[in-house]
């Protein structure tokens, strides 16, 4: 088989090895970390900006769409081309390309995965601290496409906070700066809208991110609850007491009793809720907080609080959350997560009325979640073998959703809208709150070929988006 | 642009949806902007009338100047025209504040320090200190995007805004964002009204992140003969792994003003933090470290009633600075190592200038000039920003200073951000010609 004429010119851009246009090699990237797919109609591996410009500036001239993908590990589908098109697979640019100590700044490719940033700047006594729990896969370009957070997000901020530039090829094919190492630049904040703009307004393809010291020190402890609520009132406290901890995770049973067969990280299996939380900072002090803490949650009739006592116990009672995803894989076939925010004082009435969802849909959801900022996410456990399964799983997250917002939240706390969220839109946002959004998008991609089909719902449609032959190329 | 318009009409208008009264002669002072008097003062007392009213004004080719306190109208070029203040101070209601969120949401016509009254009865504070006169509004903090000495530690405008609604030129409030901190649903348009002089849409309503008021909070300084040093110690310092809550660069002039001496050294470095008290004792312990290679060079700290006093005065003279009549003030945004450099370069032009800057690589300049020597001092300033990668804003033109260039040059960006302001904005009702690149 021959590639096509409109792969040809892709090849001629970035070479024969850099495109993939058999079906064959096309299936790989038909899926990302969502329950969706979308195969595309040919994928690029560009190596350089210039060629992303040229591929963007091709796709321009042929009226094709085109969706960049980093680590395809993004859980809202924002990564396939449900238009079909062009995939732009951005992880042969995966080069650190400054690192600037004076001013603690980076500058990074968007294919650099999240871990390997910090692992090249913890030699200095650096690191990046938006740290998604699929860190060691997920990009800085996707990263910056969904506003990732992680666990660390509580005290230090997510994505946007720590992305302070990007270069960027526009939907016009041209490349632009926004943004710099100096903060508060004159101007409208491009950075910041483009941050989560879940690729539907250009590619970057360079990102200047904030450095930040490694903490001292770190005070790990778990906390085990015989039930939710004590759990949710330890959080409430310590932090209404002024402690705000680097990071506060909270796990039910379900989820526990999942981690602790995958892991052994001592979770207890007859406990209803456990707590993971973390202090850092400078040394002095943080047997203090940490203390404080204990004495919180004990007032809060905790059963036990364990404080870690080396770095390798820290990781192994984090092994537990960050791998709690992969864990459920032991008592389920699949999992959807739901990723959904509330205020932080809503956590516990909103808990119980997951917990009524899954009762009416039948379906068991094991609940992991940031509890320090309100984002929770409720996995919930299927079969997608049994017929309808998929169906009423994904129902019960639109139910979840609702919850969500009718408790003054929003639709997504990092994994972004995409295409799982899109149809839900509507629900939090009045068809004129969208308009005024979309005045950005007709803005910077009037052509609407950068990612179609993601975070706006389309008229008239539900996930079909007719797919057209790439025009005038004859396949 | 804009065509004639005509005032009696826009008068009728806007007089059936709010308050407006058509200013005389003698009114019209406060009321103007770089010599330009509003015709018409319109006051309205919700934000759907406020949309009503901006639409009246699109529809009737009037240009609108989003007016809070006002007190920083001095920005940006000057107007293409002013027929209308649009004034945003009857919105000033509390919206909602659960504490146990840390979170709040206030309409964008209440003052900064009306706010942190209100916060800090359950203590907890918006964590910001600008240098903004009293009666500066929040969305028009929001609006002009100015920061203090703690944005070092706390965060920008950009970083504590979680929601936004504004009127729109259609006659409409949309809103974008939350009420929650953690959020990635729909574009963050909040971005986009950050520093944007109202240029996109006015602002009735704004949600925030706030903050405990911290445990502890000492405040010390060291002298230094030159900047420079003083940058070196300050990039050490960068390097804690607990921020400073303020790493303020001022020199003899600035800080003779707010009350503090430094016994004929030309420059301090004056240094906050706040947290835990162990936490706080380390970082003291840290910076007299950082700054005891200057031979004889003390850290002097100063007793908590003390500081309390030299912070506030030293916000309080910055914001009058700003805009003190016959003075020329630049806000220039630079990488933070290079902060020590430009000052240094700085400190040279116009006559006894006063510079002061922040931790974050934010620092100003101001000096008594006549409007002879207006445009060579920003010449000689934005020369040696640029140089060090930075960006310089002219603040306080003057009233002759018509013709200076206020943004600077061109930047392949702006492009972009005509094209959006031409989506939210076609006729340019809202402030046109007064942000970069003409907008």
């Known amino acids: ?475 | 642009m804009i065509e004639q318009v005509d005032l009696a009409t826009v008068e009728t208008e806007l007089k059936s949806v709010a308050d407006t009264r058509k200013l005389d002669g003698s009114e019209a002072g406060p009321w103007s902007i770089g010599g330009v008097a509003a015709a018409l003062v319109c006051t309205p007392s919700d934000p759907e009338s406020l949309a009503e009213a901006l639409a009246a004004c699109d529809r009737t080719g009037a240009a609108v100047v989003p007016w809070g306190g006002g007190t920083q109208q001095g920005l940006g070029s000057p107007p293409e025209r002013v027929d209308v203040a649009l004034v945003t101070t009857k919105l000033d209601r509390l919206i909602e504040h659960e504490p146990g969120d840390m979170t709040v949401t206030a309409q964008a016509g209440m003052t900064l320090s009306q706010l942190q009254s209100t916060l800090g009865a359950h203590g907890q504070w918006l964590p910001l200190d600008p240098p903004l006169l009293s009666g500066a509004t929040l969305g028009g903090a929001l609006a002009t995007d100015v920061s203090g000495p703690r944005r070092l530690k706390e965060g920008g405008l950009r970083d504590l805004v979680i929601g936004t609604r504004a009127a729109n030129v259609d006659g409409k409030v949309s809103r974008a964002g939350g009420k929650v901190v953690k959020n990635v649903t729909g574009y963050d348009l909040n971005k986009l009204h950050v520093g944007s002089l109202g240029t996109l849409g006015i602002l009735t309503e704004v949600s925030f992140k706030v903050a405990p008021l911290p445990p502890a909070d000492r405040t010390w300084y060291c002298t230094f003969d030159d900047p420079q040093s003083a940058g070196l110690a300050l990039s050490k310092l960068l390097w804690l792994p607990v921020s400073f809550a303020a790493l303020d660069l001022v020199n003899a002039a600035t800080a003779e003003e707010f009350g503090l001496s430094l016994e004929g050294a030309p420059w301090a470095l004056l240094a906050r933090a706040t947290g835990f008290g162990p936490a706080v004792e380390r970082q003291l312990s840290e910076f007299r470290t950082a700054t005891r290679a200057r031979e004889g060079a003390d850290t002097i700290t100063v007793d908590e009633q003390q500081a309390e006093g030299i912070w506030s005065d030293y916000l309080e003279k910055s914001a009058k600075r700003r805009w003190a009549e016959g003075w020329l003030t630049c806000r220039m945004a630079l990488p933070s190592a290079e902060q020590g450099a430009v000052a240094a370069a700085v400190a040279g032009v116009g006559e006894r200038p006063r510079i002061w800057g922040h931790g974050t690589g934010a620092l100003f300049w101001s000096a008594a000039a006549e409007a002879a020597g207006r445009a060579e001092a920003v010449t000689r300033l934005r020369e040696a920003v640029h140089k060090a990668g930075g960006r310089l804003i002219v603040e306080n033109r003057g009233k002759d200073g018509i013709d200076l260039d206020v943004w600077g040059p061109e930047e392949p960006s702006y492009e972009y951000m005509r094209a959006i302001k031409r989506q939210y904005d076609p006729r340019g009702t809202l402030n046109p010609g007064r942000f970069v690149d003409g907008i």
Request: one cysteine or more; glycine letters at 12%; aromatic letters at 6%.
């Open chain 1, 1 to 475: 088989m021959q590639p096509s004429r409109f792969a040809q010119e892709l090849i001629d851009i970035v070479g024969e090895r850099n495109v993939l246009w058999d079906d064959y090699d096309l299936r790989l990237y038909e899926y990302d970390g969502s329950v969706d797919r979308a195969l595309p109609q040919a994928v690029v591996l560009p190596e350089s900006a210039e060629q992303v410009a040229e591929i963007v500036k091709l796709c321009n001239r042929a009226s094709v769409p085109y969706t960049a993908r980093g680590g395809g590990t993004g859980l809202s589908g924002g990564s396939i081309p449900v238009a079909g098109g062009v995939l732009i697979t951005l992880v042969k640019m995966n080069r650190v390309l400054e690192v600037d100590l004076d001013s603690l700044r980076a500058v990074v490719e968007p294919g650099l995965v999240n871990l390997q940033l910090s692992e090249a700047v913890a030699g200095n006594g650096l690191y990046y601290v938006p740290d998604p729990s699929s860190q060691k896969a997920c990009t800085i370009g996707g990263n910056v496409g969904e506003n990732s957070g992680g666990p660390h997000t509580l005290l230090y901020g997510v994505t946007t906070n720590h992305v302070l530039g990007v270069e960027v090829v526009m939907p016009d094919g041209e490349l632009v700066e926004f943004g710099g190492k100096a903060l508060d630049l004159p101007g409208y904040d491009l950075t910041g809208a483009f941050v989560g703009s879940e690729g539907t307004l250009g590619i970057a393809t360079k990102i200047t991110v904030r450095l930040v010291p490694l903490p001292e020190d770190i005070r790990t402890l778990l906390a085990v609850f015989n039930t939710v609520d004590d759990a949710s009132a330890t959080v409430s406290e310590v932090i209404g007491k002024g402690i705000i901890p680097a990071a506060i995770e909270m796990m039910d049973q379900m989820a526990l009793q999942a981690v602790e067969a995958s892991v052994h990280a001592g979770y207890p299996e007859d406990a209803a809720a456990v707590l993971l939380i973390e202090v850092d900072g400078l040394r002095d002090g943080l047997d203090e907080q940490a203390q404080a803490i204990r004495d919180i949650a004990e007032v809060h009739n905790a059963r036990s609080v364990r404080i870690a006592k080396d770095a390798k116990e820290r990781e192994l009672l984090w092994s537990g959350r960050k791998g709690a995803f992969g864990a459920i894989g032991r008592i389920s076939p699949e999992y959807y997560v739901v990723d959904g925010v509330v205020p932080r004082t809503k956590l516990p009435e909103v808990l119980e009325a997951i917990a009524e969802v899954g009762r009416r849909y039948d379906l068991r959801i094991a609940n992991v979640f940031h509890a320090g900022d309100g984002n929770l996410h409720p996995l919930v456990l299927f079969d997608g073998a049994i017929p309808g399964e998929l169906e009423r799983t994904k129902e019960a997250g639109a139910e979840i959703m609702r919850i969500c917002i009718r408790a003054g939240g929003v639709l997504s706390g990092e994994h972004g809208i995409g295409v799982e969220k899109a149809g839900l839109m509507g629900e939090l946002f009045s068809d004129h709150d969208m308009e005024v959004m979309l005045k950005l998008k007709a803005a910077l991609d009037p052509e609407g070929l950068a990612n179609p089909g993601k975070i706006f719902p389309t008229p008239g449609r539900c996930v079909e988006i007719p797919r057209r032959p790439l025009a005038g190329i004859g396949w």
